[in-house]
Structure formats: structure tokens, C-alpha cells
């Protein structure tokens, strides 16, 4: 009893994430997690010595390539459509976010703070919709797209994706907490319904939004599937579209795909540095509550 | 009076800002589903004109499709290789990053990096990666004296290196999702085991394991759900050879896109989805069950 007395508080903080100075198996976490920081960053750290290596180089196996060269950036830059493919990719991410942050927060809102008949059984129906996976879609959408004229148009992109029933669900669940007196509040001053929402219960649930709308963009931005079908000509593609079907026909160009992928990936980190807590918080916030 | 009018006026207001979100869901989701069923009745042919009913002989034809049969025990294989590892992972960093104090929040950035990575790009930098011949992973193994792998060129390896990529790209958010419940079990717990002489993997198999079980839970049915669905990650790192060599990587929905949009098969591709969809569904309910045992504390 008196050595489990004396070594139980020295076990304790290990276990609860408050290692003393001199505890050895912190040290052997900080090393364990390095080598796994190794492995994960590789990758990132393969394709970016690949993109500055000149063709000569390309299959020299050395880790830092001998004549960096920027060249293969300004090839993929000139040679190929990317800027426009990066574009149509903004263009297609940014409307499909904004029309999913309002369409999801009024619906979310008016699902979980105005009474009428129904309300139970609209939202079971929302919900269930989750259950339709994409690829069961996309073949009606095809066939849809095709009798309305809407193949190889950024609506023809966007339309699947203008209203997430999963950020109706996660709203409401946020919604749910903005208090009832502070809506009656508004009411009694005046405020029409519509301004209930947007100007009091909107405000108050920010960091969900926040999360949303970043989960939103980067889904869109990384859609393959539905814009592999629907693009048809080169000048529409969005960039992942774009990537694939270029990197598809460069063959061995090792050196142009690897600069193609990283002139994709080096702005969605660059924005990860700036948001990088707001994302990974995000994760937990619309997780947890998923 | 003026009491029910309010309501009415409300519940107008309510309908009105539901009208339409709800068109959306009418005709984007509901529709398109039901419409899905009745194509993989028929015959449906985007070329020819006629689009005989054939009842479930779409159905059929997959039950006989040996390539079928491979996209299915492939996806399966997938689930059984990835999620096993990648919750294991998972747990082992997330554990990791609450017994340091300094660095933390880099650590945790620096393995979520990968899940927010463009998918497309990401597959073909580790398709670079398992090269053959100027790959890097082939010179680590010919620096340790082990003979060189051909990786996605193997029938029986491909699948696997197209898992590791998914592992990779997933594990920063399982790690966030393990720190998330980890981090809602309180400390009293531990400390009333450690003053009866529990430690270490007693604490781990008695107290940690059981009341992650909802997270556990959580992160099993969505990642069955991803990998049920893959399919870029699989276009892109097996793209020259499409779905790998012998069909090795073919998925269920990569499948599904060259039944329907290369060989203009839609029946038999709209079949294949109520399939998958009828899986997503099972595999979903079953692992409710299976993993939500109640935990009596």
C-alpha cells in the first residue's frame, strides 16, 4: 500500500497529460511523434523537390535536386490552362459556400426556433437524405443535366452541392442554443422575422458558421467525381479535374506533375497556416456534434 | 385571436423560408434517388433511343459480373486493411500529443496537413512515390538490403499502397477526433483507478477504451462510410491502368463510373448504386450494433 501510495502521484501525470521535467516517456513521445511527422510530411517534401528539379535530373535519386530550377512552374503555367482551371475551381467553391451558408443557417434556424406543422417531419426528411449517396445521384444528375443544357456550365457543377443537409443538421444543433428571449426580444422591438435570423440568431453561432463555410470550401474544391462527368472541355475544368486529365497525359513528365500538384496544394496551405486553428477546431466542433 | 393569427403568421414565415430548400431536396436528392431505381429496371443506353423495362436483370447481370464481384471484395478489402490501422494510428498519436506539454498544437497541424491537401495532387505525388524505379520508397528498401517492390504495378500490392495514402490523408483528423474524446473523460476516473494501483495498459483496457467507446463508434462508421466511397484517390494513383493491374484497386464506384459514363451501361450502373447504397446502409446499422455496447460505470 505504501508503494502503490508513493508511486501512484508519479504515475498520474503521465497519464493525464502533465509530464514533470525529467519523465523519460515524454521524451520517448516527442521522439515517436517526430519520426511520425517525418513519414506524414514526406510526401509534401517529395513532391516539392520533384517540381524544382530539371528534367536532366529527374530520375537522379539525390534528396535536394543539384540545379533547381523554377522552370517547370512557369511551363505548367504557360502550357496548360491552370490559371483558368484555378479559377473556375475559386469561382465554383466560393458561390456553392455562400449559397450553403445561408440556405443551411435559414433552414437550420427556422428547424430549430420557429413552431408550425410539419417542422418533425421536414427535418426527418432533410436528415434521411443523407443517407442518398453521391453515386447514386449522379447518373439521374447526368441524364438531368443533359436534357436542360446544363453539361460542361458552372451550374451544371454547382447545382448538387447549393444546400448541405449535413450543415442543416450541425445549424440547427447550434441554433437550438441561441436563447428563445433573445428572439422574443427582437420581436418586440419590431424586427421581421427575416431580421430575427439574420441580424440576432445569425451573429450569435459565428464559430459553427466559420467551421461550416470552411468545410464547405474545401469539399468543393477537392470535388472529382460529379466534375469529372460533367466537364467536357478543357477551359471548364476545375483544377483537381484539370490535374488529373493533365498529369494523365504528361506520361513520365514527372517534374511538370509534381509542379502541377504543387502549385495546387501551396495555396490551400498557405490558408491552412493562416486558419489552422479555426480548421482543426472546426473538426471537433461539427464532429462532436455529427 | 390575435394570438393564433401571430402563430399562423410565424408558421407562413416558417414555410416561406423552407420553400426553397426544400424544391432543392425534392428535386436533387429525393428525386434523383427514385429515379435511380427505376433506370436500374431498364435498359438504358445514354445512345439508343429505346430504354426497355427489364425488371431486375441488371441485377442479375452484376450477380454474374467477375469484375463486379472484385470492385465489392476490394472495397471490402479496403475497410478491413485501412480503418483497422488508421484507428490504431489514430489513438496511438492522439495519446501521444496529451503526454507532451510543449509543441503540441504544431504536432497536431503538421499530421491534420494531409486532410486538407488537394486529394487529386496528393494521389499522384504518392503514385511518384511508389515508382518502381526512381521511387523513393524502393531506394530506402534497396539502402536496407531488401528487394525492390513494384507497388501499383503488383495485383496483390496495389490495393494496400492505395490504402497507406488514405490512412495517411485521414489520420490528422482521427487524431483531432481521438484528442476531442479523450479529453471528455474526466481525470476522476483515472485518479480514483491509480489510488486502488491501477496503471498503464489497465488504465488503458479499463477506463480509456471503454468510455472513448462513443468516439470509437463515431470515427468506425464514418471512415467505413469514406472507404465504402472511394474512388478518387483510386482513379488518380491508378490512373494509366484504370482500377489497377487485374483489377487489383477497382472500387465499387470506380466501377459504377466506367459502367456508366465510359461504357454508357447506365441500368447496370444504377444498379450497382442501390447496391452500394443497400451496403453503406447495412454496414452502418450493423456497426451501431456491434460497437454501441453500453458501458456500465
Given at each position: 500500500m505504501a508503494l502503490e501510495a508513493r508511486l501512484a502521484p508519479r504515475a498520474a501525470p503521465a497519464v493525464l497529460g502533465r509530464?514533470?521535467?525529467?519523465d523519460p516517456g515524454a521524451w520517448l513521445a516527442y521522439i515517436a511523434l517526430a519520426a511520425g511527422t517525418v513519414a506524414v510530411a514526406f510526401p509534401f517534401y517529395w513532391m516539392i523537390v520533384t517540381a524544382l528539379k530539371s528534367p536532366i535530373d529527374l530520375f537522379d535519386l539525390r534528396l535536394v535536386p543539384s540545379h533547381p530550377t523554377l522552370g517547370n512552374f512557369t511551363e505548367v503555367l504557360t502550357r496548360t490552362q491552370f490559371p483558368r482551371w484555378f479559377g473556375n475551381s475559386l469561382v465554383v467553391a466560393l458561390i456553392t459556400t455562400l449559397s450553403v451558408a445561408f440556405f443551411d443557417s435559414l433552414v437550420g434556424y427556422t428547424l430549430a426556433k420557429l413552431r408550425f406543422p410539419g417542422r418533425g417531419l421536414i427535418f426527418v426528411m432533410i436528415l434521411a437524405?443523407?443517407?442518398?449517396?453521391t453515386e447514386m445521384l449522379v447518373i439521374p444528375w447526368y441524364i438531368m443535366s443533359s436534357a436542360f443544357g446544363w453539361i460542361n456550365t458552372y451550374w451544371g457543377i454547382m447545382f448538387p452541392g447549393l444546400i448541405s443537409a449535413f450543415g442543416i443538421f450541425l445549424i440547427r444543433q447550434f441554433m437550438s442554443g441561441v436563447p428563445d428571449e433573445l428572439l422574443d426580444a427582437g420581436r418586440i422591438d419590431g424586427v421581421s422575422e427575416f431580421g430575427l435570423y439574420?441580424?440576432?440568431?445569425?451573429p450569435q453561432i459565428k464559430p459553427a458558421m466559420a467551421a461550416l463555410c470552411i468545410f464547405t470550401f474545401l469539399g468543393n474544391w477537392n470535388a472529382f467525381l460529379w466534375p469529372l462527368i460533367v466537364i467536357q472541355t478543357a477551359h471548364m475544368r476545375t483544377l483537381p479535374v484539370g490535374i488529373a486529365l493533365f498529369s494523365g497525359e504528361a506520361g513520365s513528365a514527372w517534374h511538370l506533375i509534381m509542379a502541377s500538384s504543387a502549385l495546387a496544394v501551396l495555396p490551400v496551405l498557405a490558408v491552412f497556416a493562416v486558419l489552422q486553428r479555426q480548421i482543426i477546431e472546426g473538426v471537433t466542433l461539427t464532429g462532436l456534434r455529427g | 385571436m390575435p394570438g393564433l393569427q401571430l402563430g399562423t403568421r410565424r408558421a407562413l414565415w416558417a414555410y416561406a423560408f423552407l420553400l426553397v430548400p426544400l424544391a432543392f431536396f425534392l428535386a436533387i436528392r429525393v428525386a434523383p434517388a427514385v429515379s435511380s431505381l427505376y433506370i436500374s429496371l431498364h435498359e438504358w443506353n445514354?445512345?439508343?433511343?429505346e430504354k426497355p423495362f427489364v425488371g431486375l436483370r441488371n441485377f442479375v447481370t452484376l450477380s454474374r459480373d467477375p469484375k463486379f464481384a472484385q470492385a465489392a471484395v476490394n472495397t471490402v478489402r479496403y475497410v478491413l486493411a485501412g480503418i483497422p490501422v488508421q484507428l490504431a494510428l489514430g489513438l496511438a498519436v492522439a495519446m501521444l500529443l496529451r503526454r507532451i506539454n510543449r509543441f503540441r498544437g504544431v504536432f497536431r497541424a503538421l499530421y491534420f496537413l494531409p486532410f486538407v491537401t488537394p486529394i487529386v495532387a496528393a494521389s499522384w505525388v504518392w503514385q511518384w512515390m511508389y515508382?518502381?524505379?526512381?521511387g523513393p520508397l524502393n531506394q530506402i528498401l534497396v539502402a536496407l538490403g531488401l528487394p525492390a517492390q513494384p507497388f501499383l504495378r503488383s495485383p496483390t500490392q496495389a490495393l494496400y499502397g492505395v490504402t497507406a495514402m488514405v490512412v495517411w490523408q485521414y489520420l490528422g483528423f482521427q487524431v483531432v477526433i481521438f484528442l476531442a474524446g479523450l479529453e471528455a473523460i474526466p481525470r476522476a476516473y483515472y485518479e480514483a483507478a491509480q489510488v486502488d494501483g491501477a496503471s498503464g495498459w489497465y488504465l488503458f483496457r479499463h477506463i480509456t477504451v471503454p468510455l472513448l467507446n462513443p468516439t470509437l463508434v463515431f470515427s468506425a462508421v464514418y471512415s467505413t462510410i469514406v472507404y465504402l466511397q472511394l474512388f478518387t484517390q483510386v482513379l488518380n494513383m491508378t490512373f494509366g491502368d484504370q482500377g489497377g493491374p487485374?483489377?487489383?484497386?477497382?472500387?465499387m464506384v470506380l466501377y459504377v463510373y466506367q459502367l456508366g459514363f465510359q461504357r454508357f451501361k447506365m441500368g447496370e450502373a444504377a444498379a450497382a448504386t442501390a447496391v452500394l447504397f443497400v451496403a453503406i446502409l447495412a454496414i452502418t446499422l450493423l456497426q451501431m450494433r456491434v460497437l454501441s455496447r453500453p458501458v456500465e460505470y
Open positions: 509530464p514533470r521535467r525529467r437524405t443523407l443517407m442518398i449517396p439574420w441580424r440576432i440568431a445569425l | 445514354v445512345i439508343s433511343p515508382s518502381e524505379q526512381f487485374l483489377a487489383g484497386t477497382l472500387t
